[in-house]
């Protein structure tokens, strides 16, 4: 499938200007640097202290230790001239700008109109756990690679290359073992593969994963692994509500990781027009996020948002769905209306200022923290109360 100008140009533009905000910032991408002159200067991305203990910390605590493909790949580059630090910043990039790509395909197999297909790339960009994916609460690190990986295998899945999926499929599990969730796909995906061919993919993938972790993982790590599961993340909820303000910050976060696409998926199913397997596509996705979400919130970290973002691989390629089956006209000039989105950006204004505390510690990422959460209520306001706010449909 030929991708169009605008898809690449999109891409370009909006992965430019997330390097640019990671640049400027003190983020994972400049180590954190906190000297403006010296982030101008470059010389932040080259400068390899960062880099290295962040790589060693992958290498030697047991819970990433399992996940060798970022660190083993940066380890590859160092010997070849490539310090830690850089290697990291271009193979997240890249990752991040390939995936973009690799959803907009997989959009286009699931029966979007071409003339849509930006949209894929402009949700993706614009999602919260992408502007803000290197900053010191979502600390992103295997995710663009394993992006990459489950793309790439779901696309060529949609295209019945079954096979040639099995690789991708494996390194992305192998970058993060929560791959295998979307594994399902395989399955109320049709096409020429019988059954026996997708029960046969399902099961050599489990066991070349086991394989892999039995001969990778040394002993020791394999039992502080399972005793870090244990004793540790089976009482993460108890971080994620400790107080009123932490619990916020959790439902929040799983807010701006998931209600949006997950109201505009939940949309679609009440139209007739679309497929049977879109409908399959999409109540699996719905299931998915649900099922993700209530594991992040009981085993994990809510504040680093990017595990709530797994399930959205399959719901980025069907978002430009709902623009396609609605089309809709915002009255500006009608004063209800009007009253009533200044009310809803007074209201979010206010909930940001004083309804929680931000996890950044940047005052300059804290306010942009905050101008996108107003952003994104605002959106989101205007997408599921839009008979409230007299928004007429077109069509649909």
């Known amino acids: 499938m030929k991708i169009s ?44 202290d960062y880099g290295v203990s962040l790589c060693l910390d992958r290498m030697q605590l047991c819970e990433f230790y399992r996940r060798p493909l970022m660190y083993r790949t940066q380890m590859f580059l160092f010997t070849q001239g490539i310090p830690y630090q850089f290697s990291f910043v271009a193979i997240s990039f890249v990752g991040l700008f390939i995936t973009g790509i690799m959803l907009t395909k997989i959009a286009s197999l699931m ?3 071409e003339k849509f297909l930006p949209i894929v790339i402009i949700a993706f960009y614009a999602h919260f756990t992408i502007v803000f994916a290197f900053f010191d609460s979502m600390s992103t690190y295997d995710e663009p690679l394993m992006y990459v990986f489950l793309s790439t295998a779901i696309y060529s899945i949609l295209k019945q290359k079954l096979w040639l999926a099995f690789p991708f499929f494996l390194l992305a599990c192998i970058a993060r073992e929560t791959s295998f969730m979307l594994l399902p796909i395989v399955f109320i995906t049709p096409g020429k593969n019988s059954l026996h061919k997708k029960i046969g993919f399902a099961a050599l993938l489990l066991t070349a994963y086991c394989l892999y972790f039995y001969y990778y993982v040394p002993p020791n790590l394999r039992f502080a692994s399972a005793s870090f599961l244990v004793h540790d993340r089976i009482y993460a909820w108890q971080h994620n509500f400790r107080n009123i303000y932490e619990s916020i910050q959790s439902i929040l976060c799983m807010i701006l990781a998931t209600a949006l696409p997950f109201y505009m998926l939940y949309n679609c199913l009440q139209k007739p027009s679309i497929t049977f397997f879109q409908k399959r596509w999409i109540q699996y996705t719905l299931a998915l996020i649900v099922i993700n979400n209530v594991i992040v919130l009981a085993f994990g970290l809510a504040a680093e948002a990017r595990l709530f973002a797994l399930p959205l691989l399959l719901a980025f390629p069907m978002l430009p769905l709902y623009v396609q089956l609605n089309s809709f006209h915002i009255p500006w000039k009608n004063k209800r209306f009007l009253i009533s989105l200044f009310v809803v950006i007074i209201m979010s204004t206010l909930f940001v200022i004083f309804g929680y505390r931000c996890y950044e510690s940047n005052i300059h990422a804290v306010f942009l923290f905050k101008t996108y959460t107003v952003l994104y209520f605002i959106c989101f306001w205007i997408t599921i109360f839009r008979p409230v706010l007299h ?5 649909g």
């Open 391 to 395: 928004i007429s449909p077109r069509w």
């Open 5 to 48: 100008y605008k898809v690449w140009l999109i891409s370009i533009i909006a992965i430019t200007c997330i390097f640019i905000i990671h640049f400027l910032i003190p983020t994972m991408v400049n180590g954190f640097q906190r000297d403006i002159h010296h982030i101008r200067q470059w010389q932040s991305i080259w400068n390899d």
């Open 111 to 113: 029966g979007i109109v």
